[in-house]
């Protein structure tokens, strides 16, 4: 099988308490003069304490069009991405020559080159490294590639592949847009990247194996979530039904893949979740019946640094392993959700 050698995450440079980005957004996403109210009230509702940010809070102010902001996302992504992929490749005893696959995952920004093209050289990755750069999964994106290198290695039992996620959140945040959706990605994204270094088969790890896969399309949600593209970027879509969606399939997913496995929720001993936010982590725990202290890697995850898009459920996972690696031969599940709308589990075996 499948295993995990190493995950490491990285976080964007600048830090700052809640209350400073309240501020921030109030002064460039809201119109002058306009009652923040509302604004303040999900902002202090989202259980984050601090976030991370890929520029300084004065300098997004002098973001007033999609080229500037896109121009920000590659010079961020670039130090972040080598930062994670080199502290993964180092935790997991390898060198960037041992890479045979690099999987790029960003739903923040665009480059072509891809991202992925621009770290091998940087990193001193092998020049026929196969590059697959991913765009488009947005949240759900940490659990699919992980699937999909699994996918890949069950091909390729001798290889090594790397999956890389970043994603600054902060520059998506539209100017003078006081729409709920808007506003609620204003109180809950921040900016991080991870790695998570794979290895097929024949190089077994001492990490977790990926036992199963599965991926869930549900059909006519895809005005669920997701970006409308405009002049000015990336304006959020995202409907207030997605904890509701969690509710009516989730359990039945979850149980559905256990069960051909052989396995029931009892069989979980650690729940690796995205920290989408309080409605969606509180919809998952009721649906899944979850025991209290199931999902706290996560939630304090969400307090820590926010929603990091893909590379929130694998910063979620590195914490995992680090401070609460479940039992040799227990089972785990990672799960995901994003835009589609769509989930995505990862069933893992220590």
Request: glycine share 10%.
């Amino acid at each position: 099988m499948t295993s995990i050698a190493a995950v490491h995450g990285a976080l964007a440079p600048h830090r700052y308490p809640q209350h400073e980005i309240t501020d921030m957004v109030a002064r460039t996403c809201l119109p002058a003069g306009a009652d923040r109210k509302v604004l303040d009230r999900l902002h202090r509702g989202a259980r984050v304490d601090t976030r991370h940010t890929a520029l300084p809070l004065d300098r997004y102010d002098s973001l007033t069009d999609f080229g500037a902001v896109n121009d920000a996302f590659i010079a961020g992504a670039l130090p972040l991405g080598a930062e994670a992929v080199g502290g993964a490749l180092e935790a997991a005893g390898l060198s960037p020559r041992d890479v045979d696959l690099l999987m790029f995952t960003s739903v923040t920004g665009i480059a072509a080159p891809s991202v992925d093209a621009r770290l091998v050289g940087r990193l001193g990755l092998r020049s026929d490294v196969k590059r697959v750069p991913v765009f488009g999964l947005g949240c759900v994106a940490g659990a699919a590639g992980i699937a999909r290198l699994h996918d890949y290695l069950l091909g390729r039992p001798d290889d090594v592949a790397v999956l890389l996620s970043v994603e600054l959140c902060s520059l998506t945040f539209q100017r003078d847009d006081v729409s709920s959706a808007n506003l609620v990605a204003t109180a809950l994204f921040g900016d991080g990247a991870a790695a998570v270094v794979a290895c097929g088969p024949r190089r077994r790890t001492a990490g977790p194996v990926v036992v199963d896969t599965r991926s869930q399309l549900y059909p006519d949600t895809e005005q669920t979530m997701g970006w409308d593209i405009t002049g000015s970027g990336f304006r959020i879509v995202l409907d207030a039904s997605v904890p509701d969606l969690v509710r009516k399939n989730l359990a039945a997913d979850v149980d559905g893949f256990l069960a051909d496995n052989g396995l029931t929720r009892d069989d979980i001993t650690a729940w690796v979740c995205h920290p989408g936010g309080p409605k969606v982590l509180e919809a998952v725990e009721e649906v899944l019946q979850l025991p209290a202290d199931a999902l706290d890697m996560t939630w304090r995850s969400l307090a820590a640094v926010g929603n990091l898009s893909s590379s929130s459920v694998l910063h979620v996972l590195r914490d995992t392993l680090a401070e609460r690696p479940p039992p040799p031969c227990s089972y785990g599940l990672l799960l995901a959700m994003g835009p589609g709308f769509c989930s995505e589990l990862v069933l893992l075996r220590w």
